[in-house]
């Protein structure tokens, strides 16, 4: 019984580096979103995506961030050139197709940018 | 827009003592309403749901939440918290319905709970 599953679980980049987090949803579930929780803060919507495509990016930072999810594989959460305020715990959360209403999460990626 | 109001911020509580975490919401439309919970180093988990029916709803390890829609609220109770509690809770909010809902979940601040042995 996988759950969503995230990797990696820590990260550690310099400032300038790039970040790849990979999400793999629940088996069986076609929506991913990505949520991105700073120190002391709830966890933020970035962007939901069905396979293929982009739904709802209305979250996400203008510059340096972006995601997909292929037909095959995981979704990707990628953020160029990164900076100090990009350390956060990035979450990724999958619910099944046809409406599914409850969103399943992953264990999310501390990312820390020295 | 849409947002999500967690009135306690840090609560501590002795074991056996009774815990209601207050939640309120900001939004015109019908919505489905989420609390999850965060155990120290863990991922989010669904603790119970409400999208219709019945407004008390109880979920896992004993706790419940009332939905009171004239309030915009859904706090969530327990009636004798343990130790093992001791987590961060998040209430959550989306949309229900309409072409342009995309089911992105609306936190609230999150209320970290300490229950004291």
């Known amino acids: 019984n996988a759950g969503v599953m995230q990797n990696p679980r820590h990260l550690v980049r310099r400032r300038g580096q790039e970040a790849r987090l990979r999400c793999s949803p629940v088996?069986?579930?076609?929506?991913v979103y990505w949520y991105r929780q700073l120190p002391e803060e709830g966890l933020k919507f970035m962007v939901y995506?069905?396979?293929?495509?982009?739904?709802?990016e209305s979250g996400m930072p203008k510059e340096r961030f972006s995601a997909e999810f292929p037909k095959e594989g995981p979704s990707i959460l990628r953020i160029q050139q990164v900076v100090r305020g990009d350390s956060a715990a990035y979450f990724c959360?999958?619910?099944?197709?046809?409406?599914?209403?409850?969103?399943?999460f992953g264990p999310g990626t501390r990312l820390l940018v020295l | 827009a849409q947002s999500v109001s967690q009135h306690n911020h840090h609560v501590i509580l002795s074991e056996a003592a009774s815990l209601e975490l207050g939640c309120n919401y900001s939004?015109?439309?019908?919505?489905?309403l989420f609390w999850y919970v965060q155990y120290p180093g863990q991922h989010l988990q669904l603790l119970l749901k409400?999208?219709?029916?019945?407004?008390l709803v109880k979920g896992i390890k004993g706790f419940e939440a009332e939905f009171i829609k004239s309030k915009f609220s859904f706090n969530l109770r327990k009636p004798s918290v343990q130790w093992s509690d001791t987590a961060e809770y998040f209430c959550?909010?989306?949309?229900?319905?309409?072409?342009?809902?995309?089911?992105?979940?609306?936190f609230g601040q999150g209320t970290t709970l300490q229950v004291k042995p």
């Open positions: 959360a999958s619910s099944p197709p046809l409406g599914g209403k409850t969103q399943y």
């Open positions: 995506l069905q396979k293929e495509n982009i739904i709802d």
């Open positions: 088996k069986g579930h076609s929506h």
């Open positions: 959550a909010v989306v949309a229900s319905g309409g072409s342009g809902n995309t089911g992105k979940l609306i």
């Open positions: 939004y015109g439309g019908t919505v489905n």
């Open positions: 409400y999208f219709s029916g019945d407004p």
